[in-house]
T-cell receptor, first 112, second 107 residues
Framework: DVKVTQSSRYLVKRTGEKVFLECVQD?????MFWYRQDPGLGLRLIYF???????EKGDIPEGYSVSREKKERFSLILESASTNQTSMYLC???????????FGSGTRLTVV | DQQVKQNSPSLSVQEGRISILNCDYT??????FLWYKKYPAEGPTFLIS?????DKNEDGRFTVFLNKSAKHLSLHIVPSQPGDSAVYFC??????FGKGTRLHILP
């Protein structure tokens, strides 16, 4: 069974803090993705990566950056957290092609 | 502009009846579509997909229909069960998701 593990289920951070959200997958998937889920807005893609060191902006990259130094790990970084970044963050991974994603359980981030 | 639209934010269906969730898309270049199911406080789980070269794909109680001329796909769940109560997301070519439809199965 593919596992996608997000390091924290719940996180509370202060405005202006630098925040790291970690995601690790154990099935050698090439593709990894970061989404945020907000009520009424569905899943919105922040960044994705098709290989180590590669990254591409999704629909809402502003205020975020990512790091993929190893194939199994894809980190989302909030350089200076703001209250509008309070959300559920979901990491996913997949093989290339038409296979579905496997999602992690999500990290609910609250910025106060 | 949304490329994938789920126009019904919620849907209530009697247990045992058919649930039909709809999804419209704008880009005829999408080569496959996927449906995901999400429970609260969990990540979405992949349900079923369909390639753009097919018009139907079936997996147990779940069937997805694709109407390319109308740029419309639908997910049918028959019969609906209480455990099907969740939010369902339609996605195009993996990356682009609709806003989701919350399905309530009524006893």
């Amino acid at each position: 069974d593919v596992k996608v593990t997000q390091s924290s289920r719940y996180l509370v951070k202060r405005t202006g803090e630098k925040v790291f959200l970690e995601c690790v997958q154990d099935m050698d998937h090439e593709n990894m993705f970061w989404y945020r889920q907000d009520p009424g807005l569905g899943l919105r893609l922040i960044y994705f990566s098709y290989d180590v060191k590669m990254k591409e902006k999704g629909d809402i990259p502003e205020g975020y950056s990512v790091s993929r130094e190893k194939k199994e790990r894809f980190s989302l970084i909030l350089e200076s957290a703001s209250t509008n970044q309070t959300s559920m963050y979901l990491c996913a991974s997949s093989l290339a092609g038409a296979s579905g994603y496997t999602f992690g359980s999500g990290t609910r981030l609250t910025v106060v | 502009d949304q490329q994938v639209k789920q126009n019904s934010p919620s849907l209530s269906v009697q247990e045992g009846r058919i649930s039909i969730l709809n999804c419209d898309y704008t880009n005829s270049m999408f080569d496959y579509f996927l449906w995901y199911k999400k429970y609260p406080a969990e990540g979405p789980t992949f349900l079923i997909s369909i390639s753009s070269i097919k018009d139907k794909n079936e997996d147990g109680r779940f069937t997805v229909f694709l109407n390319k001329s109308a740029k419309h796909l639908s997910l049918h769940i028959v019969p609906s069960q209480p455990g099907d109560s969740a939010v369902y997301f339609c996605a195009a070519s993996k990356i682009i998701f609709g806003k989701g439809t919350r399905l309530h199965i009524l006893p």
